[in-house]
């Protein structure tokens, strides 16, 4: 092997665990939901290549509301599904769409994309 190819190989190879910690390894600690004079727990969701914030922290038995809002025109942003509470909702394109859950027990509850290739969790403790 020439000095080329193991730069080569050693350069793919750096680039392919970079690929796999930012897609399926990389955690953010994520954001808690400020909790409002109405009573409910809020945060806004950005969607634009995903979701922005990834994670949001609740507290159970107090009502979320997870406000979206939705920045791009790909087909698969277009709904989001919270399935462990049973909702889901259209994301028309730059509108503020406000989706309301009580989450009952502590866990981590997957949110996506029509598509499952926008990923986030409501972490509830």
């Known amino acids: 092997m020439t000095a080329d190819q193991v730069a080569v190989t050693i350069g793919g190879l750096v680039l392919i665990a970079g690929i796999v910690w930012f897609f399926w390894l990389k955690r953010e600690d994520g954001v808690q939901a400020a909790l409002t004079s109405g009573g409910y727990q809020e945060a806004t969701v950005l969607v634009k290549g995903g979701y922005t914030?990834?994670?949001?922290?609740?507290?159970?038995?107090?009502?979320?509301?997870?406000?979206?809002?939705?920045?791009?025109?790909?087909?698969?942003?277009?709904?989001?599904?919270?399935?462990?509470?049973?909702?889901?909702?259209?994301l028309p394109q730059g509108e503020l769409v406000p989706v309301e859950f009580v989450p009952t027990e502590a866990g981590s509850y997957p949110f996506t994309c029509s598509m499952g290739m926008y990923r986030g969790t409501v972490v509830v403790a």
């Open 53 to 90: 914030p990834a994670t949001i922290r609740v507290v159970r038995g107090t009502p979320v509301r997870l406000t979206f809002r939705r920045e791009e025109t790909t087909a698969c942003s277009d709904t989001v599904l919270l399935d462990a509470f049973g909702k889901h909702a259209s």
